[in-house]
């Protein structure tokens, strides 16, 4: 059984940092795309980053360009999401999600993942 569980989220304050873990278990995952997203309330679920745990890959959003890092631990199974600088608006719930590798693309729509965390809640303060 295929399971994701996230942790580290909490409460920082406007400009303050975090880092996300997303432990993975119940296969092995070094032919998986690792994404990261986010919903906030009364928004829609939106990708943030994501990684390919073969080759190590990475693409973020626009958004969490030069502010967001994603890892992975090959031996620990685990993916992880620093976040810097963080703003008011970056408050959400944030889930890691995976998927089969295909052609190397890592998928920003939410429908192309199959396995899902219960997501941990990230709150900034202004």
């Known amino acids: 059984q295929v399971q994701l569980v996230e942790s580290g989220g909490g409460l920082v304050q406007d400009g303050g940092s975090l880092r996300l873990s997303c432990a993975a278990s119940?296969?092995?995952?070094?032919?998986?795309?690792m994404g990261w997203f986010r919903q906030a309330p009364g928004k829609e679920r939106e990708f943030v980053g994501g990684i390919s745990w073969t080759v190590g890959t990475t693409y973020y959003v626009d958004s969490a360009k030069g502010r967001f890092i994603i890892s992975r631990d090959n031996a620990k199974n685990t993916v992880y999401l620093k976040m810097n600088s963080l703003k008011p608006e970056d408050t959400a719930v944030y889930y890691c999600a995976a998927r089969p590798q295909r052609s190397g693309i890592i998928p920003l729509s939410p429908g192309e993942y199959v396995y899902w965390g219960q997501g941990t809640q990230v709150t900034v303060s202004s």
């Open positions: 119940g296969r092995t995952f070094s032919t998986y795309v």
